[in-house]
């Protein structure tokens, strides 16, 4: 198979990426539908407390400073709406690509791949740690990757690494890399000026950090012990401590490898890995972000929540978030470099996700995937077709999930229904109201009221009593059809508790019906 000379007609290669950059932004605007309604608006609220007084430290999240602060100054700009409340992570994503663009030649690579992933896809409009902690990675390993810049690339590094350390905690997951690279350096007595300032910088930041938790709490490290608190026994289906042995086993064996293959992760994390065999088998030298990409990705497989005993974090694929831009940049970094056999080895991964998860009946990302191993496959056989060939279906096969999410979004989505209606009925403030609806509404509905003292109170319809809506002076009851099915796969089922008796049909759009109680 031909390889590119990526240092000829790399601007020809940078003007089409730039045209799949932008239809990926298209796809990106038409596939919000809304929030989850539970941590990210959990988030936006706290924005809004540091605006309007009354903010506290209660929750593990409510020191996650570094994610909502920023998003308050695009709420006391815009006021509190969708777009103010994804600015930030949004912002934080297309940050990670120009960095990728502006600083390596293989960048463009890179960014194909991971404008790709659909967790990025998805979780770049939806406020989340995990977004923007990957800008804050990529930055540390970026000045990592430069050392030889001395005091500038140490004092970025520390900048980046606080950053990441104020928006969530599982930066922590690239200490080994780091205590790697700082004993490697000091036995080879260079770079040492990256490592004082790294060492000045960040201890100054950390001491001023925890003075303040030692003046507002009465010690450095409440924090920690905050985490340490939360995450208990009693943390139920997200613990795996007060479970049987066998629970744990399988989070630190195969269940990671699982959770990959499922969240349509598997392109990038298994390539990376093949990249980074196939340059240890070569002799070449592994690159930081192949050092940094194997220390996160271990720590997130075995490494504990609590120091009290042993407990792995909880397996949700936006937990690896940062892990994604690492993994592009090693697959960026060699991508041209693989020779048949990785990409052969490539392939037979992919092929083997397809059998797993098509055995689990998604035979729709079993599709993508056995497409995707079948064009590697190609390109070991076929010795005319181009590296150039076989990356453009890649990135052609890896668009399919995100645009058929923006086409779900856009016939099957209730969001802007939702806020259609709650607008129309509920604009003017009436305190005295009650809307009922679903688990989701009832703990972040009141977003859609600007977290307002006048909105009307929520409920859910499935802990809510009579007695509780007889003070109210009107009973409303929100209907989401799509977020009833939801919850019905959860075995909540709100069909069953609605009587349809009970109440009034007032308007429907779409998928959402507003209903008024029947005196």
Known sequence: ?????????????????????????????????????????????????????????????????????????????????????????????????????????????????????????????????????????????????KRHCGRVAGLWAALALFAAFLTKETVIWMMPALLLFFIQDMRRKQYLAFWQMLGFAGGLLLVLYFACYAWAFGHPLYRFWHIQAEHSPNYGAFSYYDKPWIYTLRRITYQPLLMFVGADMWVGFSGAMVALIASW?????????????????????????????????????????????????????????????????????????????????????????FLKGAVLWGGTFFRTVPYRAVLSVLIALSFIHPAYAAYKARTQGSYWDEKYLLHKYFSKGKQEDCLVSDNRLATGGDFYFAFRKDAPALYDLMLVDDTTLQACRSVWLLKNKSSWNEFRLLGRDYEAVFNSGAWEPVECRGNVCLYRKRR
């Not at 020809?12 to 989850?36: M, N, P």
């Not at 390596?104 to 409009?125: C, E, N, P, Q």
């Not at 220390?295 to 909880?314: E, H, K």
């Not at 083997?352 to 055995?359: E, G, I, P, R, T």
Request: proline fraction near 3%; include cysteine.
């Open 1 to 145: 198979m031909k390889r590119l000379d990526v240092s000829a007609g790399l601007s020809r290669e940078k003007t089409v990426s730039v045209g799949i950059l932008l239809f990926w932004l298209l796809l990106l605007w038409a596939s919000f539908d809304g929030f989850y309604f539970y941590d990210d608006v959990y988030y936006l609220r706290k924005a809004v407390e540091l605006l309007r007084g009354g903010w506290q430290l209660r929750h593990v999240m409510d020191h996650r400073l570094g994610l909502y602060a920023p998003v308050s100054l695009f709420v006391a700009w815009g006021g509190v709406n969708e777009w103010t409340a994804v600015a930030y992570p949004g912002l934080c994503v297309l940050l990670v690509l120009i960095l990728f663009w502006r600083f390596y030649d293989w960048g463009w690579v890179a960014t194909l791949f991971l404008i790709t992933d659909y967790y990025v896809f998805h979780f770049a409009v939806k406020l989340y740690p995990d977004t923007v902690l990957m800008l804050w990675v990529v930055a540390a390993c970026m000045a990592l990757d």
């Open 281 to 369: 088998r070569s002799g070449r030298r592994l690159s930081v972000w192949g050092v940094v990409f194997l220390s996160m990705l271990g720590m997130f497989w075995f490494f504990t929540t609590s120091f009290r005993y042993y407990n792995p974090i909880t397996l949700h694929a936006r937990m690896v978030l940062p892990l994604v831009p690492l993994a592009a940049a090693v697959i960026g970094r060699n991508f041209f470099s693989l020779n048949k056999k990785a990409l052969a080895v490539w392939g037979c991964l992919l092929w083997a996700a397809s059998l797993w998860v098509s055995y689990q009946g998604n035979h729709a990302l079993a599709a993508v995937y």
